[in-house]
């Protein structure tokens, strides 16, 4: 456990996520907004990144010390299923690259990449898909434990900048690949609300994963006037959802009274990152203080 014995907060810029990644917002700009917010951490995208050198790292790494931050978290997007070997090694390298980055920018006490499966294309089998996810994975996690970070597989429902969605978006296909891989420096980020994109219950999903529960994103999405949960199946191979919107946390569809109460059962005391701020920065600053909130009303 962490000194505090109790989960910390960390933030995602959902909201700005195009501006940092093609240059119109600088991540230095986003650091100094995101030491407002009241949280303790970053999350980051590879995208966000202007370069990988050790001079430019150190420089967020320092901005963010500043604000009072620290950046434990890389939301990495790896394609392992793409039918080409040498396209799922040339995912692994740059894997390898970003874990590189986060043994420089994360703290010593904890630092993670996400890992993905890929992307759901047409042509691929289920069993092919598993088979290089748990295959790419494998190979990676002895370089990530040399280096001292935990890759985390999120029950991911479609990165912004894929095709496809997510190979492993429903629960039976991430069970099955996670299951396959045993390591302390392995283990779950849990997104509730990709677990509603899914057409499944997040709670039912949170029961199944949170011994193995390393990092997890908080978010929450609320029923656009006129749609029901049933109208999401419509849209599992179209990208995101028009039934479900973004919004404060706590005040969606989500539990968050149940989900607090499965990381306490557990002692969880990782890190929550908040995937907010589509709305603007207040909505980001109000989740912020809810799962505050929520975190001393479950852990004192």
């Keep these: 456990m962490n000194q505090k014995n109790k989960p910390r907060i960390s933030v995602f810029p959902k909201g700005y996520m195009e ?18 917010l009241g949280a303790e951490g970053l999350e980051l995208y590879p995208l966000f990144l202007i370069n990988t050198d050790e001079d430019y790292l150190q420089k967020i790494k320092v901005s963010a010390n500043k604000q009072g931050l620290v950046i434990p978290m890389m939301c990495t997007s790896p394609d392992f299923t793409h039918p080409s070997r040498t396209h799922r090694e040339n995912e692994i390298k740059k894997m390898k690259q970003m874990i590189d980055v986060m043994a420089q920018l ?11 499966s890929g992307q759901s294309r047409p042509d691929i089998s289920r069993e092919d898909g598993i088979r290089w996810t748990v295959e790419s994975i494998q190979e990676l996690l002895p370089y990530a434990e040399c280096k001292r970070v935990h890759l985390t597989m999120e029950n991911h429902y479609k990165d912004g900048f894929w095709l496809y969605p997510e190979f492993a978006q429903h629960s039976s296909i991430y069970l099955e690949i996670i299951n396959q ?21 997040p709670l039912e999903l949170l029961e199944q994963v949170k011994h193995r529960l390393i990092t997890m994103h908080a978010s929450d999405r ?11 199946q419509d849209y599992s191979l179209q990208g995101y959802s028009e039934a479900l919107a973004h919004g404060v946390i706590g005040k969606g569809i989500n539990d968050y009274d149940q989900i607090f109460g499965h990381l ?18 207040g909505d980001l600053k109000e989740s912020v203080e809810f799962l505050t909130s929520k975190i001393k009303q479950f852990f004192g």
């Design 19 to 36: 501006e940092l990644s093609d240059g119109r917002m600088s991540l230095f700009e986003w650091i100094e907004m995101a030491g407002t």
């Design 106 to 116: 994360g703290p010593d006490s904890f630092r993670s990449c996400r890992v993905l």
């Design 181 to 201: 891989i045993s390591s302390p420096w392995f283990g779950v980020n849990y997104d509730p609300s990709n677990a509603i994109f899914a057409g499944e219950d």
């Design 222 to 232: 609320y029923l656009q006037k006129g749609y029901t949960l049933g109208d999401l």
């Design 264 to 281: 306490r059962s557990i002692q969880f005391d990782g890190w929550i990152s908040i995937e907010d701020g589509v709305n603007g920065l």
